[in-house]
């Protein structure tokens, strides 16, 4: 077998704060306890697949950059076979325990659905016996439903039956190949799910084709006997101006609507929360509130920029604020933190998919280190309460638990002729605990 481009690079270790090595990990410590569980439990890193080995630098304005060999190659399944080598050579260096790929990230497209899904099995066959011989295991799997032409008007929601079909029978095989390799998850990302213009949609349709999608996703779920989650990746826009999973909140909407509010979760990419005008603390909080929190794509956007860039996290404070939402919510379960982060044009040389990834992870485990030391600490959540405390009272309780009604809220209120006094928020006194937390 052909030595691939990461060969060369030993496996990066954790050497400490201290450690002046531009590749190793001060702050991952794979094996430290926190909390009660080793670091690497709690944050269930993954490296995604399409992002590190199927990106070739190109944006709207430029062609490619990263001209990886299996770009190259003329013969795409041999090319398919050379990537997976590389993508485990990559997966031994970062020693992180998962990754995540889409069909098409590991196989290419046929020229009919049954040479694609053939292809997708062989390749199958031999991330299989890649993983064998390496621990990196499978975070999630996923379709998709989004680059080939045929999508250009959506998978679930195009108003050609066909394309629904055909995208139902590629989820099905995905699901399919995700279970064979062991993976905790299942992602449904959108995509084109959503419209360019109202002008030529009947939304009410495409609703309720989604929501006929996702059934079929999760009945087949059951009937596999696939233990993973189903989550959705909720995005607001890009490439369409509008999409049906706008956000956290809509797709609980989606969710209830449908009956799946107990049977999906959601993958937050930090993002898809900027684009959606929030920030991912937000999402993050907001799934934790609906019992929606699955899974994390760990990015971050650009906001001078209006699109989607996918450039690898730097943000401490806004990770250290996820992170901690996160251990509120009572952690991630079969989620992870994966990296849908890639590499900026300029970055073309193996060694910068290294260093981004290596500062990737040390920042999220720096984040959740400090994260868990102002939940052990307790004054936050202490002050927090206190803001609430009043909620504790018999009166305030019977309204909570909906004892009372409207009358009788508004009797005993007037006979008791309260006047409330504003309360100080201590939003200033708060920013500063924090910031001298993660200081």
Same mark, same amino acid.
Not at 12 to 29: F, M, N, T
Not at 169 to 197: F, I, S
Not at 199 to 223: I, S
Not at 410 to 431: D, M, V, Y
């Given at each position: 077998?052909?030595?691939?481009?990461?060969?060369?690079?030993?496996?990066?270790?954790?050497?400490? !704060?201290?450690?002046?090595?531009?590749?190793?990990?001060?702050?991952?410590?794979?094996?430290? /306890?926190?909390?009660?569980?080793?670091?690497?439990?709690?944050?269930?890193?993954?490296?995604?697949?399409?992002?590190?080995?199927?990106?070739?630098?190109?944006?709207?304005?430029? =062609?490619?950059?990263?001209?990886?060999?299996?770009?190259?190659?003329?013969?795409?399944?041999?090319?398919?076979?050379?990537?997976?080598?590389?993508?485990?050579?990559?997966?031994?260096?970062?020693?992180?325990?998962?990754?995540?790929?889409? #069909?098409?990230?590991?196989?290419?497209?046929?020229?009919?659905?049954?040479?694609?899904?053939?292809?997708?099995?062989?390749?199958?066959?031999?991330?299989?016996?890649?993983?064998?011989?390496?621990?990196?295991?499978?975070?999630? =799997?996923?379709?998709?439903?989004?680059?080939?032409?045929?999508?250009?008007? =959506?998978?679930?929601?195009?108003?050609?039956?066909? /394309?629904?079909?055909?995208?139902?029978?590629?989820?099905?095989?995905?699901? #399919?190949?995700?279970?064979?390799?062991?993976?905790?998850?299942?992602?449904?990302?959108?995509?084109?799910?959503?419209?360019?213009?109202?002008?030529? &949609?009947?939304?009410?349709?495409?609703? #309720?084709?989604?929501?006929?999608?996702?059934?079929?996703?999760? #009945?087949?779920?059951?009937?596999?006997?696939?233990?993973?989650?189903?989550?959705? !990746?909720?995005?607001?826009?890009?490439?369409?101006?509008?999409?049906?999973?706008?956000?956290?909140?809509? /797709?609980?909407?989606?969710?209830?609507?449908?009956?799946?509010?107990?049977?999906?979760?959601?993958?937050?990419?930090?993002?898809?929360?900027?684009?959606?005008?929030?920030?991912?603390?937000?999402?993050?909080?907001?799934?934790?509130?609906? =019992?929606?929190?699955?899974?994390?794509?760990?990015?971050?956007?650009?906001?001078?920029?209006?699109?989607?860039?996918?450039?690898?996290?730097?943000?401490?404070?806004?990770? &250290?604020?996820?992170?901690? %939402?996160?251990?509120?919510?009572?952690?991630?379960?079969?989620?992870?933190?994966?990296?849908?982060?890639?590499?900026?044009?300029?970055?073309?040389?193996?060694?910068?998919?290294?260093?981004? %990834?290596?500062?990737? /992870?040390?920042?999220?485990?720096?984040?959740?280190?400090?994260?868990?030391?102002?939940?052990?600490?307790?004054?936050?959540?202490?002050?927090?309460?206190?803001?609430?405390?009043?909620?504790? &009272?018999?009166?305030?309780?019977?309204?909570?638990?909906? !004892?009372?009604?409207?009358?009788?809220?508004?009797?005993? &209120?007037?006979?008791?002729?309260?006047?409330?006094?504003?309360?100080?928020?201590?939003?200033?006194?708060?920013?500063?605990?924090?910031?001298?937390?993660?200081?």
């Amino acid at each position: 077998m052909s030595q691939s481009i990461f060969s060369a690079f030993p496996t990066v270790k954790y050497e400490g !704060e201290e450690s002046q090595s531009e590749l190793a990990y001060r702050y991952y410590d794979a094996d430290k /306890v926190v909390l009660g569980k080793p670091l690497s439990e709690h944050l269930r890193f993954a490296v995604a697949y399409w992002h590190s080995l199927a990106m070739n630098g190109s944006d709207p304005f430029g =062609g490619p950059t990263l001209q990886r060999p299996w770009m190259l190659d003329g013969d795409a399944m041999r090319a398919a076979r050379s990537k997976a080598d590389a993508a485990f050579d990559l997966f031994r260096i970062l020693d992180l325990p998962f990754f995540t790929f889409h #069909d098409r990230d590991v196989a290419p497209e046929g020229d009919s659905l049954k040479d694609s899904l053939k292809n997708l099995q062989m390749m199958g066959d031999y991330l299989a016996e890649k993983m064998s011989t390496h621990k990196t295991k499978l975070l999630w =799997g996923t379709a998709n439903l989004f680059s080939h032409p045929r999508f250009m008007a =959506g998978a679930a929601t195009n108003p050609d039956p066909e /394309v629904f079909a055909w995208s139902a029978t590629t989820a099905k095989h995905c699901m #399919d190949l995700t279970k064979r390799l062991g993976g905790a998850n299942y992602v449904l990302w959108g995509g084109r799910e959503g419209y360019e213009t109202l002008l030529n &949609t009947n939304m009410a349709q495409e609703l #309720d084709q989604l929501g006929r999608f996702l059934t079929l996703v999760v #009945d087949y779920k059951h009937k596999i006997g696939f233990e993973g989650q189903i989550l959705i !990746e909720p995005k607001p826009k890009e490439p369409t101006a509008h999409q049906y999973d706008f956000d956290v909140a809509t /797709v609980f909407g989606l969710l209830k609507r449908f009956d799946l509010q107990d049977k999906v979760k959601v993958n937050i990419e930090a993002n898809h929360a900027l684009l959606a005008g929030h920030s991912f603390e937000h999402e993050i909080a907001t799934a934790a509130a609906l =019992g929606l929190l699955g899974s994390l794509d760990m990015n971050r956007g650009d906001p001078l920029l209006g699109w989607d860039t996918d450039q690898f996290p730097n943000d401490f404070r806004a990770i &250290t604020m996820a992170m901690y %939402h996160v251990i509120q919510a009572g952690g991630l379960g079969k989620g992870g933190l994966n990296f849908d982060a890639k590499v900026r044009r300029q970055s073309f040389e193996p060694e910068d998919m290294i260093h981004a %990834h290596v500062g990737a /992870v040390d920042l999220c485990a720096r984040a959740f280190l400090v994260a868990a030391k102002i939940v052990e600490d307790g004054r936050y959540a202490q002050m927090l309460k206190e803001r609430y405390s009043g909620w504790q &009272t018999a009166q305030a309780q019977s309204m909570f638990k909906g !004892e009372l009604t409207l009358d009788e809220i508004a009797s005993a &209120t007037e006979a008791s002729e309260i006047n409330p006094k504003p309360r100080s928020g201590k939003q200033e006194q708060l920013e500063n605990f924090l910031g001298r937390m993660i200081l």
